[in-house]
């Protein structure tokens, strides 16, 4: 069965500005104490979650990312980063052995393209692939996240997955969410067909043994359990507009 899994947006601060990140609070302001965290991760396991992942704004530049990471492993989690690989290498110094997963965001091969998107300012990919080389060495199990949008669909990035050997390739539709990326997104939209088109033209890496896992935006709806930096419970609805559930007090 698969692991309870929960998504913790530690806070909103990024060093990129990704056109389509649907995770940007524009309506929250600061991010839980230390304390008030961990008592958020505790109660997280006391009620059965049993993976946590830490997303952002970018997790790697939080104060007290390392104190999390710690304690998150101490609880038993699960352990996971999702992350630009912003100050992953600092991270590692101390905290590699309690992490058990990692996910590095890459969209394409093209410095070009990934500074178009916003992803950096023309030397994301070569950093990453030195990041992935990085985390094998530490044998944390590594995933690759990319988000497809209008400037990658056409894209082959079989020769740079075959590079950096993630154990998963999660694949994204590039997903509007009204309130979080408007103005922005509209046009990297592609459609299903679009999509799919990326999906396919990737299976022969499918057939070499490695684990893709395509997600569309009616796969990425009601998907996932996810906690914004005040603590809150929140989630995708079905028209694309977030839906803030309250638990009681932060």
Same mark, same amino acid.
């Not at 060495?137 to 988000?147: F, G, M």
């Given at each position: 069965m698969k692991p309870i899994s929960v998504n913790f947006h530690l806070w909103k601060p990024c060093n990129y500005h990704c056109r389509f990140c649907f995770a940007t609070f524009p309506d929250i302001e600061g991010a839980l104490t230390?304390?008030?965290?961990?008592?958020?991760l505790f109660l997280l396991r006391e009620a059965g979650a049993e993976k946590l992942n830490f997303a952002g704004g970018e997790p790697t530049l939080h104060p007290n990312i390392g104190e *999390? /990471?710690? @304690? %998150?492993? !101490?609880?038993? $989690?699960?352990? %996971?980063? =999702?992350?630009?690989?912003a100050r992953m290498n600092q991270l590692l110094e101390k905290h590699a052995n309690e992490m058990d997963w990692v996910a590095l965001s890459v969209d394409s091969a093209s410095e070009v393209i990934q500074k178009n998107l916003g992803r950096g300012n023309g030397n994301h990919v070569i950093q990453s692939i030195a990041l992935f080389d990085k985390l094998h +060495?530490?044998?944390? !199990? =590594?995933? *690759?996240?990319? /988000?497809v949008t209008n400037l990658n669909y056409q @894209?082959?990035?079989?020769? $740079? =997955?075959?590079? =950096? !050997?993630? @154990?998963?390739?999660?694949?994204? +539709?590039?997903?509007?969410v009204q309130g979080q990326n408007d103005g922005s997104v509209e046009e990297l939209l592609i459609s299903p067909q679009q999509f799919q088109e990326f999906v396919e033209r990737h299976q022969p890496l499918i057939n070499e043994g490695f684990q893709v896992i395509p997600e569309s935006n009616d796969l990425m709806k009601d998907s996932y359990i996810m906690v914004n930096p005040q603590g809150q419970f929140y989630n995708i609805t079905k028209d694309n507009g977030l839906l803030r559930l309250f638990y009681g007090e932060n």
């Open positions: 230390l304390n008030d965290a961990k008592h958020l *999390l /990471v710690a @304690e %998150s492993h !101490r609880l038993g $989690f699960i352990t %996971s980063l =999702v992350s630009n690989g +060495q530490y044998s944390i !199990r =590594v995933k *690759l996240n990319t /988000v @894209e082959n990035m079989s020769a $740079f =997955v075959r590079r =950096v !050997r993630p @154990e998963r390739w999660k694949i994204f +539709q590039v997903l509007p």
